[in-house]
C-alpha cells in the first residue's frame, strides 16, 4: 500500500519503531496504520515482534548478519510460492515467517541490524514508582526519573545511535558523543541531542521539552524545531504543530532539587506547577492577575508559605473553598 507515494514495507515501519523514519515517511505511516483494523494489527504484530526480539538479542551468539539473510530469503520463498498459486501473501504469514526465524536464530533485533547495523542487547526498564530515581546509562549518561515514570533503554548501546524511550517525565544530562546521537522516543515526539540537559514531561495528554543547556532537535510528523538554553515546547498529543517558547524560571526542576525557581514567572505557571507538585486545585478567579510575573525563590516550602508570599507580593487574596483554593 502506498500513502503519500510512499509505500508502507515492512521495513518503513521498523525505521518508525526505532525512530529512524524520515518525518514524510512517520506522516505516512500514521495515516495508513489509522486507515483500518488489518493494517493497525500489521503493526502491533510486527511491534510484537520487535519487542520479543529486544529480550533475546543481548544472549545471540549467532552471526546476525547471516541470520538477517536466511529471514529474507526464507521470506523471499514465501512470497515466490504465493505469487505462484495467485494469492497475496498475507500479513500473518509474514509475522510467522519472521517468528520462527527469529525463535530458530536468537538473531534478535534483525530489523535493526539491517537499517542501521546495530546490535542491540537486553532491554532495561526502569520504573521509578512512587519516588525519584537517579540511574547512569551506559554511554554515562545520567538522568533523573520522576515518579511514575519509566526509561526503557539498551544494555549496551551499539551502532549509529544511542536510543531511549520514556513514559512520564526525566531530566537527562546526556554524555557528549557527536559520532552516536542520543535519541529519545516519548509518545510520537523524537527528541535528538548530543550532548546537552533538558528535560521531558509527559503527562496529562501533551509532552513538554525544556532545555537547560545544548541544543536539542525535537521532531513530531513532518515538523521539526531546534531548541536551544533557556527555550521550550509543548504539543499535545493529538496535534503535530511545534511552537518555541521562552522559559522564565525553572519550575520544571522542583523534583529534582526541591527548588521553585521565578524569574518573571507568570503566576498561571507558578500556580500550573503548585497544582502538581502538591496535588492541590488552586483557581485563580481574577484573570487580571493570570500574567503578573513573579521573581522569587521557594526551597521546601508549604503551600500556605508560598501563598502568604504570593499574597503579600500582589496584594491578593487567598481563600480556601470547598477543597478549591481561590486567588482573587
Not at 101 to 126: D, E, H, P, Q
Not at 251 to 270: A, K
Request: glycine share 4%; proline share 3%.
Amino acid at each position: 500500500m502506498s500513502n503519500n507515494n510512499i509505500h508502507i514495507t515492512d521495513d518503513v515501519l521498523v525505521k518508525y519503531l526505532v525512530g529512524e523514519a524520515t518525518p514524510e515517511e512517520t506522516r505516512a505511516i500514521l495515516e495508513w496504520i489509522s486507515t483500518g483494523d488489518a493494517n493497525n494489527k500489521h503493526y502491533e504484530q510486527l511491534k510484537a515482534i520487535w519487542d520479543q526480539s529486544l529480550l533475546v538479542a543481548g544472549n545471540s551468539t549467532v552471526n546476525e548478519d547471516a541470520a538477517f539473510l536466511r529471514l529474507k530469503s526464507r521470506i523471499n520463498k514465501e512470497q515466490s510460492v504465493d505469487a505462484g498459486n495467485n494469492k497475496k501473501i498475507r500479513p500473518i504469514r509474514w509475522l510467522a515467517v519472521a517468528a520462527s526465524v527469529l525463535l530458530i536464530c536468537t538473531i534478535g533485533y534483525f530489523a535493526v541490524n539491517y537499517i542501521i547495523g546495530s546490535r542491540v542487547m537486553a532491554l532495561v526498564k526502569l520504573q521509578s514508582n512512587n519516588r525519584v530515581l537517579i540511574d547512569t546509562l551506559p554511554d554515562g549518561s545520567v538522568i533523573t526519573l520522576n515518579a511514575l515514570s519509566k526509561l526503557t533503554y539498551p544494555e549496551k548501546f551499539s551502532g549509529d545511535i544511542r536510543s531511549v524511550s520514556l513514559e512520564g517525565e526525566a531530566f537527562f544530562k546526556v554524555a557528549p558523543d557527536k559520532a552516536k546521537p542520543f535519541i529519545i522516543k516519548v509518545n510520537d515526539v523524537t527528541v535528538k541531542v548530543v550532548g546537552t540537559s533538558f528535560n521531558i514531561k509527559s503527562r496529562n495528554g501533551k509532552t513538554e521539552v525544556v532545555v537547560e543547556t545544548g541544543i536539542v532537535n525535537v521532531r513530531k510528523a513532518d515538523n521539526s524545531l531546534t531548541l536551544k538554553p533557556g527555550e521550550k515546547t509543548e504539543v499535545a498529543n493529538n496535534k503535530d504543530a511545534l511552537v518555541k517558547e521562552t522559559v522564565n524560571g525553572k519550575l520544571y526542576s522542583y523534583y529534582i532539587n526541591h527548588e521553585l525557581i521565578c524569574d518573571n514567572t507568570p503566576l498561571y505557571e507558578l500556580v500550573q506547577a503548585l497544582n502538581q507538585i502538591y496535588h492541590v486545585n488552586i483557581v485563580i478567579e481574577n484573570k487580571a492577575l493570570i500574567n503578573l510575573p513573579i521573581t522569587t525563590v521557594f526551597k521546601d516550602q508549604s503551600p500556605d508559605e508560598i501563598f502568604k508570599v504570593i499574597s503579600a507580593t500582589f496584594n491578593i487574596t487567598v481563600q480556601h473553598r470547598d477543597g478549591t483554593i481561590i486567588l482573587k
